[in-house]
T-cell receptor, first 116, second 116 residues
């Protein structure tokens, strides 16, 4: 079975400060890794994903995440946050059962609150 | 494309009532999903479908039913609503990204349901 742990339920930061949202996972099979963002009163949107290749992946709005296989982590970072980044962020994994793919498994979410 | 649409946006039910949450996607995706989101708990998969006529249980199927008569529609039925079903419900659909060899999910805006 797979599980995803997001270590912080809430992260308050000031505008223009750096932020790291932590995500660890456990799985006995290989996985694909995702970060989703949910803005207030909206559905989830895919922020970035790691499928294979370079372990550092980036989104179009300045977020990046690094896959660390030895630490089974996929932490999300941004060097300078904006008020508009205030949202809830979900880490998710999809197990890869040797070509047949399983369903997404989500962490409990981290609420990022950016203050002026 | 409208993407994934859900109706209604909000609903209040009395205990024991029944209702159907509607979900439609216009992207011709084969896979569709229903999740529920409870505060601090992330998203839990209720049911999913790999194509018209095929459905399967997710992690928390009790108290719900689904059907998939067309590719576009995936309604979720609540029979005998209970307070434990108070939640936000998200529908999603996914397609196979052939280049990446992985399914990418798109989410609807959600239905906020309260059972009192």
């Amino acid at each position: 079975a797979q599980s995803v742990t997001q270590l912080d339920s809430q992260v308050p930061v000031f505008e223009e400060a750096p932020v790291e949202l932590r995500c660890n996972y456990s799985s006995s099979v290989s996985v694909y890794l995702f970060w989703y963002v949910q803005y207030p009163n909206q559905g989830l949107q895919l922020l970035l994903k790691y499928l294979s290749g370079s372990t550092l992946v980036e989104s179009i709005n300045g977020f990046e995440a690094e896959f660390n296989k030895s630490q089974t982590s996929f932490h999300l970072r941004k060097p300078s946050v904006h008020i508009s980044d205030t949202a809830e962020y979900f880490c998710a994994v999809r197990p890869n059962y040797g070509g047949s793919q399983g369903n997404l498994i989500f962490g409990k979410g981290t609420k990022l609150s950016v203050k002026p | 494309n409208a993407g994934v649409t859900q109706t209604p946006k909000f609903r209040i039910l009395k205990i024991g009532q029944s209702m159907t949450l509607q979900c439609t996607q216009d992207m011709n995706h084969n896979y569709m999903y229903w999740y529920r989101q409870d505060p601090g708990m992330g998203l839990k998969l209720i049911y999913y479908s790999v194509g018209a006529g095929i459905t399967d249980k997710g992690e928390v199927p009790n108290g719900y039913n689904v059907s998939r008569s067309t590719t576009e529609d995936f309604p979720l039925r609540l029979e005998l609503a209970a307070p434990s079903q108070t939640s936000v419900y998200f529908c999603a659909s996914s397609y196979l990204n052939l280049l990446a060899g992985v399914y990418e999910q798109y989410f609807g805006p959600g239905t906020r349901l309260t059972v009192t």
